[in-house]
């Protein structure tokens, strides 16, 4: 497992090096900053609970931020071909978290859930890496799919 150390801090070391988690006496880390909308005790792994929910939508939102808000409403302008684009493609849309209060993508958040069942559930429990190639094509797997 690769340490979670200053280089791999939150942010977007996770395109590089992949997912890194690791569990302390605490709590467990992980290289994306936190969104906190399912657990009140922070991220987990290696079990499918809320803590893993947070660590999966986390990731997402890291992997799949939402776009603008200038753009998301750049459809009212929209030709009707444009239009049904825009409203068929969830990496368009977000979607407000009141409890985290932050806003995330639609693909994000359409994909958090089977994320933690394939991903985060199935990492040890002491945490561990998950490659930035894996990360790839867990996505390119999934995204047509939740479109």
């Known amino acids: 497992m690769l340490p979670l150390n200053d280089h791999f801090m939150p942010g977007d070391s996770i395109r590089h090096v992949g997912l890194i988690v690791e569990r302390g006496a605490i709590s467990v880390a992980a290289n994306v900053y936190p969104v906190r909308q399912f657990s009140r005790a922070g991220f987990d792994c290696g079990t499918l609970n809320d803590g893993a929910s947070d660590l999966a939508l986390s990731v997402l939102h890291t992997l799949l931020p939402p776009i603008p808000p200038a ?18 493609d969830p990496s368009l849309w977000s ?53």
């Open 71 to 88: 753009l998301e409403r750049a459809h009212d302008d929209a030709d009707d071909l444009t239009y049904r684009q825009l409203e068929a």
């Open 95 to 147: 979607k407000w978290l009141d409890r985290a209060s932050c806003r995330i993508s639609l693909l994000a958040w359409k994909l958090h859930a089977h994320f933690a069942a394939d991903v985060v559930s199935r990492m040890d429990r002491e945490g561990g890496h998950v490659s930035a190639p894996d990360l790839r094509h867990w996505l390119a797997a999934w995204s047509p799919i939740a479109r």
